[in-house]
């Protein structure tokens, strides 16, 4: 990290009103004595979904930020922006200093169950569904025109409503996903656990889902799995799964790019003797893959079997693709590409 030494400090004796952004270089000034220095948009919001560059931000907070207060006692630091991932800096300050930060949120619309109120005693005044907050500003038309200017459900979601992701979901109508308490076995067609492996050097979580296609031509997602596991556990885990599922389920490997991508899955496939395996040579993007899944979800015909792991489920399809975790959808995708044949976005890899 590069250090900058203070060699001297002139002061101007007029004043003069200055916006932030005006503010050359190293963006620091004086406001009433007080050294301030100021970054303007933390987050690029055409880099917003890519992990390095957002990690590299948060670097930039934890490593540089921390030590730019001269009193450690009385600095007070603000950070202004729109919510574009839930591990933007946002989200990674609340996970991080927790009950410490004061979280203002101010939507454009009211919205009733995410009421702001703050630890320092603040309370939004609205109390109807979707008021403007400054109606002498943006009164309805105005807002509404905006709004369209937006297009984007994320643009209006991170810049009006302060949330990473639209309300209810932006792929995913999750508020679609229905409910049940039992599966007939005589109604299953066939059934597939898919997994999606990830990697512990990037904290990234393997999952693995079980879902049928019913006589009816339903969807039932009865079972998620999912941990941080080195590979000899990782591979232990999805053995251990495949035995208790049975041999007449079918398991889905998702094969990543390249010959540590076939490697992994050839691993796993040797692991799975006497199952049926199949490897999953996946080509596009996740967006794309994920889309003919998200089409059954939006006409309500994905169900869950009710479960502890329904919460966690939902959530992250209602974050997706700006969420911090993906592997419940990933691996609940592939298993319904898989058991619809090739999937529109993937490909399936050839024996080995």
């Known amino acids: 990290m590069e250090t900058k030494v203070v060699k001297s400090i002139k002061r101007k004796l007029s004043k003069r009103k200055v916006y932030n952004i005006r503010i050359a270089d190293n963006h620091n000034y004086f406001v009433n004595g007080i050294l301030t220095h100021n970054c303007d948009d ?11 560059v957002r990690k590299g931000t948060l670097r930039w907070w934890d490593e540089s930020m921390s030590t730019r207060g001269n009193n450690p006692k009385t600095v007070v630091k603000v950070v202004d922006m729109q919510r574009l991932h839930e591990a933007d800096l946002t989200g990674h300050w609340l996970e991080k200093s927790g009950e410490d930060v004061v979280h203002l949120i101010l939507p454009a619309r009211f919205e009733k169950e995410n009421k702001c109120i703050t630890v320092i005693g603040f309370e939004d005044p609205r109390t109807e569904e979707g008021e403007p907050l400054w109606k002498n500003l943006y009164d309805e038309e105005s807002l509404s025109t905006l709004e369209k200017d937006l297009g984007s459900e994320y643009a209006i979601a991170g810049q009006l409503q302060q949330r990473p992701s639209p309300r209810g979901g932006g792929l995913f109508a999750v508020e679609n996903f229905s409910f049940v308490d039992s599966i007939p076995p005589s109604e299953i067609i066939r059934t597939v656990r898919y997994w999606d492996k990830g990697g512990t050097e990037d904290g990234a979580f393997t999952g693995g889902c ?18 941080l596991w080195k590979a000899p556990k ?12 049975g041999r007449a389920t079918i398991v889905g490997i998702e094969q990543e790019p390249g010959s540590g991508g076939l490697e992994s899955a050839d691993n796993t496939v040797k692991n799975l003797a006497g ?3 199949k490897k999953d ?14 089409t059954q979800i939006e006409i309500g015909n994905v169900y869950l079997l009710r479960g502890a792991w329904n919460t966690d489920f939902i ?10 975790r993906k592997d419940f959808v990933d691996c ?3 298993a319904f590409n898989l058991l619809n044949g090739k999937g529109r976005a993937g490909t399936w890899g050839s024996r080995k």
Request: hydrophobic share 40%; proline share 4%.
């Open 281 to 294: 040579k996946v080509t596009g993007d996740k967006v794309l893959r994920a889309e003919p899944y998200a």
């Open 210 to 227: 079980k879902m049928h296609k019913m006589k009816n031509n339903s969807f039932i997602v009865e079972h998620l799995v999912s941990g």
């Open 234 to 245: 990782r591979e232990q885990m999805i053995k251990n799964v495949a035995l208790n599922d």
């Open 42 to 52: 933390p987050h690029n919001v055409k880099q917003a979904e890519s992990e390095a």
């Open 332 to 334: 609940s995708s592939g």
């Open 315 to 324: 959530k992250q399809h209602e974050l997706f693709p700006m969420g911090l």
């Open 275 to 277: 199952f049926a395996v």
